[in-house]
C-alpha cells in the first residue's frame, strides 16, 4: 500500500507568490494534518481536518489556509510567501481522531522561498 | 498547554556505544507520549509510543523509553548504537483534545562516530 504522499518533493518560489502543496493520505485515512518544519527546529502544527471539517489551527497567520476534499486528499495554500515561509511541510494522516490513532507523515514538501 | 523539551540539540556517541537522549514534557492533562526518528532528507517514522500500562516501551531496533511521571520525563535509550542510527529524534506529546494536534520538541541530532 502507498504511504501518505505529498507533492511537489521541492519548489522554489519568490517572496510575495502564492503556492499549493498537495497531500494524498493512505487510503482509508480521514484525518490530515499539515505541520511545517523549519531547519533545525521540531515540527509546527498549522492544521488539522477530519472528515473535511478544520478541527484545528495552529499559531500561523491568515495567509496560510487548507482544505479537504471529498476523497480526504488535502491541499495546503500559502499567499504572499515571505523568505520565513522557507520549511519543509510534512502531511500526516490517520484513520481517525485521538492520540490512540497513529499518524503517519508524508516524505514532505520543502519549499524555498528567494 | 503542553510543552516539550529536549535537553540535548546533539549528541555524539561512538559506534557500540550507550546512548540516552533526553525528553521532559509540561502538561495540565494527560499526555501520550511519542518518539519519531528523521533520517536524513525523509518525513517522519514512529519509533515508539507510550499510551498506558508498562512505563517502559520498546522498538523493534532496539530502543526503548521510560515514561517518569514524577519527572515528567520520557528519555530513550539504545544499549548499543549502529551508525545507521544516525539521525534526528524528535520527542513529542499528544492529548485528548479537538484538534489532535502533536507537539514537538526540537529534536536531537544523534551523531555516531566510527
Known amino acids: 500500500d502507498a504511504g501518505v504522499t505529498q507533492s511537489p518533493t521541492h519548489l522554489i518560489k519568490t517572496r510575495g507568490q502564492h503556492v499549493t502543496l498537495r497531500c494524498s493520505p493512505i487510503?482509508?485515512?480521514?484525518?490530515v494534518s499539515w505541520y511545517q518544519q523549519v531547519l533545525g527546529q521540531g515540527p509546527q502544527f498549522i492544521f488539522q481536518?477530519?472528515?473535511?471539517?478544520e478541527r484545528g489551527r495552529g499559531n500561523f497567520p491568515d495567509r496560510f489556509s487548507a482544505r479537504q476534499f471529498p476523497n480526504y486528499s488535502s491541499e495546503l495554500n500559502v499567499n504572499a510567501l515571505l523568505l520565513g515561509d522557507s520549511a519543509l511541510y510534512l502531511c500526516?494522516?490517520?484513520w481517525g481522531q485521538g492520540p490512540m490513532t497513529e499518524a503517519f507523515f508524508g516524505q514532505g514538501t520543502r519549499l524555498t522561498v528567494v | 498547554a503542553q510543552s516539550v523539551t529536549q535537553l540535548d540539540s546533539q549528541v555524539p556517541v561512538f559506534e557500540e556505544a550507550p546512548v540516552e537522549l533526553r525528553c521532559n514534557y509540561s502538561?495540565?492533562?494527560?499526555?501520550?507520549l511519542f518518539w519519531y526518528v528523521q533520517y536524513p532528507n525523509q518525513g517522519l517514522q514512529l519509533l515508539l509510543k507510550?499510551?498506558?500500562?508498562?512505563?517502559l516501551v520498546e522498538s523493534i531496533n532496539g530502543f526503548e523509553a521510560e515514561f517518569n511521571k514524577s519527572q515528567t520525563s520520557f528519555h530513550l535509550r539504545k544499549p548499543s548504537v549502529h551508525i545507521s542510527d544516525t539521525a534526528e529524534y524528535f520527542c513529542?506529546?499528544?492529548?485528548?483534545?479537538?484538534?489532535?494536534?502533536?507537539?514537538f520538541g526540537k529534536g536531537t541530532r544523534l551523531h555516531i562516530l566510527p
Open positions: 500526516a494522516s490517520s
Open positions: 487510503s482509508g485515512h480521514k484525518s
Open positions: 481536518y477530519y472528515e473535511k471539517e
Open positions: 502538561s495540565s492533562v494527560s499526555v501520550y
Open positions: 507510550y499510551l498506558s500500562g508498562s512505563t
Open positions: 513529542a506529546v499528544r492529548v485528548m483534545n479537538r484538534d489532535d494536534k502533536i507537539i
